[in-house]
């Protein structure tokens, strides 16, 4: 049985066979915010690759949804941003290359979570169809109905969708190994 706490090192418990973990964490808002965000993708991803098997009496009404909740990512990844030039991360652990691919399928986690809803907001508003957030709120939008460049931006929307998730499975693929091959903290430190 082990226990998990916020420092880092690994000490004997009264009991011979606990061991108390100690995890240096990440700040309280760079795991929600992780999280939120994650949960978010896991929902948004399929919803919009699956709305051109919709009806098309509803299509928009799941464009409005698919691209209200790609705004909000928008958002809360710039919050994101701040948050980590703001607050210290843990130690990075393990061999150099490890880390060093890490950081960067980190940054491209990033920046294609922010290249993705820019891109598809600006598409649908080149194709015509201006953002009413979540059904209530009309967000301004610099590009107006553009058809000459629609189709570049819903390409660029697109493919950032399929590297989005590449990197996903890259990170995905990362926790499993520390967490199942390596038996480290990795995980522990985002929870």
Request: net charge positive.
């Amino acid at each position: 049985m082990s226990k998990i706490s916020e420092t880092s090192t690994l000490t004997q418990a009264t009991c011979p066979t606990e061991a108390v973990i100690r995890v240096e964490r990440y700040a309280a808002t760079s795991r929600i915010l992780h999280w939120i965000v994650a949960v978010l993708v896991l929902a948004i991803w399929p919803l919009g690759f699956f709305i051109k098997f919709t009806k098309k009496e509803v299509t928009l009404d799941f464009y409005m949804v698919h691209e209200s909740l790609g705004f909000l990512v928008l958002w809360i990844m710039l919050v994101r941003v701040g948050n980590k030039l703001l607050v210290r991360a843990p130690q990075p652990e393990g061999p150099a290359i490890e880390r060093l691919v890490a950081s960067v399928v980190h940054g491209l986690l990033y920046l294609f979570l922010i290249i993705m809803p820019v891109s598809g907001f600006l598409a649908t508003n080149a194709h015509g169809f201006p953002l009413l957030w979540f059904g209530l709120v009309p967000i301004w939008s610099p590009v107006g109905k553009a058809p000459d460049i629609a189709w570049t931006l819903s390409a660029i929307h697109a493919w950032s969708a399929w590297i989005l998730l590449t990197l996903f499975a890259l990170h995905i693929g990362g926790v499993l190994f520390h967490h199942v091959i390596r038996r480290d903290n990795t995980l522990y430190r985002m929870l």
